[in-house]
C-alpha cells in the first residue's frame, strides 16, 4: 500500500520548536518532490513549503521562511519539518505530499498526501 504518513505533532508553548517527519512506504520518495501544507480551522490549506528532489533547492512561505526548514533523507524514504519560534498563527493540521514538482512554495501534481499531524501552539 502506498501512503505517507507524518508524525511528530503535539501541543508547544508559544516559541517553542517541533520537528515533523512524513513517511512513505510503497513507493520512492525521492522519485518526488516533498511539499507540506497546513490547515486552520475555518481557513483554507496552504502551501508553506517545498523540497526538491535531492534537497538542493527549497522554497518558504512567507509565513515561516526563516522559522521552519525542510530537509529529507531519501534512504530514509522520509522527509522533515522543523518548526522553531512558533506562535499561535501556526497552530493548524500539518500535511505533507508528495508531487511532481515545485511551483515555489507549493508542491504541484501531488500524487501522495498524508492524513495530517496536528499542531497547536499555546500562547
Known amino acids: 500500500q502506498q501512503q505517507l504518513v507524518e508524525s511528530g505533532g503535539g501541543v508547544v508553548q508559544s516559541g517553542g520548536s517541533l520537528r515533523l517527519s512524513c513517511s512513505a512506504s510503497g513507493f520512492t520518495l525521492g522519485h518526488y518532490v516533498i511539499g507540506w501544507f497546513r490547515q486552520a480551522p475555518g481557513k483554507e490549506r496552504e502551501g508553506i513549503a517545498c523540497?526538491?528532489?535531492?534537497?538542493?533547492?527549497?522554497y518558504y512561505s512567507d509565513s515561516v521562511k526563516d522559522r521552519f526548514t525542510v530537509s529529507r533523507d531519501n534512504a530514509a524514504n522520509t522527509g522533515h519539518l522543523q518548526m522553531n519560534s512558533l506562535n499561535p498563527e501556526d497552530t493548524a493540521a500539518y500535511y505533507c505530499?508528495?508531487?511532481?514538482?515545485?511551483?515555489?512554495?507549493?508542491?504541484?501534481?501531488?500524487?501522495?498526501r498524508g492524513q495530517g499531524t496536528q499542531v497547536t501552539v499555546s500562547s
Open positions: 505530499a508528495a508531487g511532481y514538482y515545485c511551483s515555489d512554495y507549493v508542491a504541484q501534481q501531488v500524487l501522495y
Open positions: 523540497i526538491s528532489t535531492t534537497e538542493t533547492i527549497t
